[in-house]
C-alpha cells in the first residue's frame, strides 16, 4: 500500500546543496577513505532534513519498503544517498536508500508516459571530448544491439543532434561526453558536442520538443578526465527540459563518475532492461554493478521515472 509523505523546506535549499555536492565532487576525486566520508555525510544529511517522526516511521518499516519514490519540483536534494542508522546501536553500519530499495524521482505535476519496448538508441559520444571511456561504451552498446536487436545510431554534432531530436524517432537518447554547469541560470548547462557547438537544455524547445512524441527514455552518463567532471546533471535544467519535453524517464548523475564506473553502469543497465527488469530494478543493479568498481561513485545516478514500468531493451 503506498505511503505518501510531504516535506517542506523552510528556504530554497539550492545554496545549501551546492556546498555539499562540491564537497562530495572533492571527497569523490581525492579522498583516499572516500567512501567512508560519503558515508558519514550522508548519515548527518539524513538527521538535518528527515523529520524525526519520519525516520521513526521509516525505521520501524525500513524491511517490508521495496520502493521509494520522491516527487517533487526541486532537484537538489540528493535523497539516493541518504543513510538512516539507528541511534540505540550507532556502530551498526547502516545502508544508503538507493542501495536498500528501488529508488526514483519524479516532477511534480507531470504524468507518467507508458513506453513498453524499447527498439532503437541514439547514441551521442564526440570524439571531440577525449573522453576513451565515452567511445568504448559507444562500441559496446553497438555490439549489444548487434546481439540483441535493437538498432544504433549517432549523432556527434549540432545540427544533425538537432535533427535527430526534429524528425527521427528512436527509444533512447545517450549521452556519453563533457559538461558545464551554471548555477545561477541552470538553462544554459551544456553538452560539449563535436563542432565545439554546446548543446542547452533551452535546445529542447520549439521544434525540437517533437523529439518527445516517442517518450524517449535520456541517459545522461560519462567519464572523469582531470579536472574536467560530469557534475551538471544534479540540477534542473537537463532532467526537467527531457520530461517537461515527452521523455519517459530521465538517468543522470548528480557529481563525476569516473571511466569504469561510468561503463559498468551503462552495461548492467543495459543487460536489465534487455532482461525485462522494471527500470527501478535495472538501475539499483547497475549502481550496484558500478560499485564493484570500488569508486564511490556509483552513488551519484539519479532516476526519473516510475520505478515499476518495465520497457523491454531489444528483441531478445
Known amino acids: ?10 528556504r530554497d535549499p539550492d545554496i545549501k546543496f551546492r556546498t555539499f555536492f562540491a564537497e562530495l565532487e572533492e571527497i569523490n576525486t581525492v579522498a583516499p577513505d572516500a567512501q567512508s566520508r560519503i558515508e558519514g555525510a550522508a548519515r548527518n544529511l539524513y538527521e538535518k532534513v528527515v523529520p524525526t517522526a519520519l525516520r521513526d516511521r521509516y525505521w520501524s518499516l525500513r524491511n517490508r519498503i521495496a520502493t521509494i519514490q520522491v516527487v517533487s519540483s526541486e532537484p537538489w536534494v540528493p535523497w539516493e544517498i541518504m543513510m538512516p542508522w539507528d541511534r540505540t546501536q550507532p556502530s551498526r553500519k547502516g545502508k544508503f536508500l538507493c542501495e536498500r530499495h528501488v529508488f526514483s524521482r519524479w516532477l511534480d505535476g507531470l504524468e507518467f508516459p507508458r513506453k513498453d519496448w524499447l527498439e532503437s538508441v541514439k547514441v551521442v559520444a564526440p570524439r ?49 561526453t563533457h559538461g558545464r554547469f551554471n548555477a545561477d541560470y541552470p538553462e544554459a548547462s551544456a553538452l560539449l558536442l563535436d563542432d565545439g557547438v554546446e548543446l542547452r537544455p533551452d535546445s529542447l524547445t520549439g521544434p ?9 527514455l535520456v541517459i545522461l552518463n560519462a567519464c572523469q578526465t582531470g579536472e574536467i567532471g560530469f557534475s551538471f546533471t544534479r540540477v534542473g535544467g537537463w532532467a526537467t527540459s527531457f520530461l517537461e519535453a515527452g521523455a ?9 563518475v569516473n571511466d569504469e564506473a561510468a561503463a559498468s553502469f551503462t552495461e548492467a543497465l543495459y543487460e536489465g532492461l534487455n532482461a525485462g527488469k522494471t527500470l527501478g530494478m535495472a538501475v539499483k543493479d547497475a549502481r550496484t554493478r558500478a560499485r564493484r568498481t570500488g569508486d ?15 520497457s523491454r531493451l531489444g528483441s531478445s
Open 128 to 176: 571531440g571530448a577525449n573522453l576513451p571511456g565515452a567511445q568504448r561504451e559507444l562500441q559496446w552498446i553497438r555490439a549489444f544491439g548487434r546481439l540483441k536487436g535493437f538498432a544504433v545510431s549517432e549523432a556527434a554534432e549540432f545540427k544533425q543532434l538537432l535533427n535527430s531530436l526534429r524528425k527521427e524517432r528512436f527509444d533512447i537518447l545517450h549521452f556519453s
Open 1 to 10: 500500500m503506498p505511503t505518501l509523505v510531504k516535506i517542506s523546506f523552510p
Open 296 to 310: 564511490p561513485s556509483w552513488l551519484a545516478y539519479q532516476l526519473y521515472a516510475y520505478p515499476n514500468a518495465v
Open 248 to 256: 519517459s524517464g530521465f538517468i543522470g548523475t548528480q557529481w563525476s
Open 208 to 216: 525540437a520538443v517533437s523529439f518527445g512524441r516517442t517518450h524517449p
